[in-house]
């Protein structure tokens, strides 16, 4: 019986957890932006592409591949029973695929940017100097050197306080 109240109190831990409330809700919404982008894809972009490509009507692009007859639509091949390879609404769904990536790429940037914006961002603390500059030959040396190992000059002690 044990088995049983840990197995139903995991799944409700597993649905309660956010993640999974906020996939559902994702789904959903995915869902019905797909009937979005299928409306844009064969009602706006699929007649404007037939009209560049004069007249070409991808939902009626297949391959009839039984039947004695050729038939001229999609539609009527269907109706016959006839079996059929569709390739045109491959195209179509290929069509979607691209501009549902290019519009979830495009909300994923702006958020991106957005977060950027908004975040605070840590404040750059200016490294401490490494090396100064010996004032009687001009060479690079260590910020804490006392004496040059260039020129070998004794370095005065406010030149050793005072760094570049």
């Known amino acids: 019986m044990k088995k049983t109240k840990g197995f139903v109190s ?9 993640n999974v409330i906020d996939l559902a809700v994702g789904v959903i919404i995915g869902g019905a ?16 592409i037939s009209l560049i490509t004069g007249g070409i009507d991808f939902s009626n692009m297949f391959i009839q591949l039984s039947g004695e007859t050729k038939l001229e639509t999609l539609a009527a091949a269907q109706e016959a029973g006839v ?5 045109g ?3 179509s769904a290929v069509i979607n ?4 990536a290019f519009v979830i ?3 994923v940037k702006g958020i991106n940017t957005a977060r950027a914006k908004f975040e605070k961002k840590p404040e750059e603390e200016e490294e ?12 690079e040396i260590a910020i804490d050197a006392v004496k040059c190992p260039h ?10 306080e005072d760094a570049e």
């Not at 995991?10 to 956010?18: A, L, N, S």
């Not at 079996?83 to 390739?87: C, D």
């Not at 401490?128 to 060479?139: E, I, V």
């Open 83 to 87: 079996a059929t390879l569709n390739y």
């Open 151 to 160: 020129c070998t000059s004794d370095i005065p002690e406010e030149e050793t």
């Open 105 to 107: 790429f495009l909300l």
């Open 89 to 91: 609404n491959f195209i």
């Open 10 to 18: 995991e799944f409700k831990e597993f649905i309660t957890k956010g």
């Open 97 to 100: 695929f691209l501009i549902m």
């Open 128 to 139: 401490a100097p490494t090396t100064k500059t010996c004032p009687f030959c001009c060479s």
């Open 33 to 48: 932006f797909q009937k979005i982008v299928s409306s844009l894809v064969d009602d706006v972009i699929m007649p404007v």
